[in-house]
């Protein structure tokens, strides 16, 4: 027993671990275009079937590729 007065059980703890350690899937997308707005430029991804943006600082590159 725990502090709180319950079990832990192991099944409990690995499921608990297991969780914690998978990793997250990222789904890619492809750079489609930018639009700069004074410091900071935006770019555009077609991720499956939508449009994502990525805002980075106006002087860098857009990269080819992102994962959202």
Known sequence: MNKTGTSLSAGGICL????????????????????????SKICFYRVLASTQA???????LCPLAHDF
């Open 16 to 39: 608990a671990l297991l969780l914690v350690s998978m990793p997250a899937h990222a789904v890619r997308g492809t750079l489609i275009g930018h639009e700069v707005t004074g410091t």
């Open 54 to 60: 990525l805002t980075i600082k106006s002087y860098q």
